[in-house]
């Protein structure tokens, strides 16, 4: 949606965003519930302190059911640092109880370039 809205649109459109768990409940309840749809949220830390692990857990939880805290949905990737690594998905779609296979396939991801 493009362009202007009344409040009443703005109000209807915030209604349809879906918190997405980060697998940690903890977590969720300092992020207001979890990550939002609908929205960029960027997540920036020192060299190993766990922003692609974030990454790949939520590319596996968007896909739970909205029951288990995900938004029964697909996921784009933008891998602006080449560290996607899609052998990594399976470990978590499994902690998760979800098939691996059908996890990537609802996955599609590009590759950025600056």
Request: charged letters at 25%; aromatic letters at 6%; proline letters at 4%.
């Amino acid at each position: 949606h493009c362009g202007f809205m009344t409040g009443t649109e703005a109000l209807n459109r915030r209604k349809e965003i879906v918190k997405i768990t980060v697998g940690c409940k903890a977590l969720d309840d300092i992020l207001g519930g979890g990550i939002e749809t609908q929205s960029i949220t960027e997540c920036f830390g020192e060299f190993r302190s766990g922003k692609t692990q974030l990454s790949h857990t939520l590319a596996v939880t968007t896909q739970l059911d909205p029951e288990q805290g995900g938004g029964f949905g697909k996921v784009a990737v933008i891998d602006t640092e080449g560290t996607f690594r899609p052998e990594n998905i399976a470990p978590v779609a499994t902690r998760f109880g979800l098939d691996p296979d059908k996890v990537l396939d609802n996955i599609v991801t590009a590759k950025a370039y600056n």
